[in-house]
C-alpha cells in the first residue's frame, strides 16, 4: 500500500509564501506521476501542479509563475513552493501520487493524501 502524507499547510498573508511537502510511505516499486490538487468550498477539485518521473511539470494557468512544483525521488516526496499566495488560492491542498506496488503491476495506481489546508488572508 501506499500512503502519501502531506505537510506544511497553515494561514498567511496575502502575498506570503508556503511550502507544502508530501512524502509517500509503504512499500512500492515505483513512482511515475506526482501532483497537487487543491479544492475549495463549493467549488470541484483541479489540478494545481504535476511532475512526472522524468521531471517534466505542468502547472495551471492560475498558478504559472508564483509555483513551483519539485521532488525528490530518494526521498519519495514532491514540494510545492507557493509564492505571491492570493485569496483565492486557498483551499485544501490534496497530494496524489501515481505509484506501482510491484514490477509485475501493469499500471500505477492514484493514491490521495488526506489533505492539508492552506489559507490566503487578505
Known amino acids: 500500500q501506499v500512503q502519501p502524507v502531506e505537510s506544511g499547510g497553515g494561514l498567511v498573508q496575502a502575498g506570503g509564501s508556503l511550502s507544502l511537502s508530501c512524502a509517500a510511505s509503504?512499500?512500492?516499486?515505483?513512482?511515475?506521476?506526482m501532483g497537487w490538487y487543491r479544492q475549495a468550498p463549493g467549488k470541484q477539485r483541479e489540478l494545481v501542479a504535476s511532475v512526472t518521473d522524468g521531471g517534466y511539470s505542468y502547472y495551471a494557468d492560475s498558478v504559472k509563475g508564483r509555483f513551483t512544483i519539485s521532488r525528490d525521488n530518494d526521498k519519495n516526496t514532491v514540494y510545492l513552493q507557493m509564492n505571491a499566495l492570493k485569496p483565492e488560492d486557498t483551499g485544501v491542498y490534496f497530494c496524489l501520487i501515481n505509484a506501482r506496488r510491484m514490477l509485475a503491476q501493469p499500471l500505477g495506481i492514484d493514491y490521495w493524501g488526506k489533505g492539508t489546508l492552506v489559507t490566503v488572508s487578505s
Open positions: 509503504g512499500s512500492f516499486f515505483s513512482i511515475s506521476e
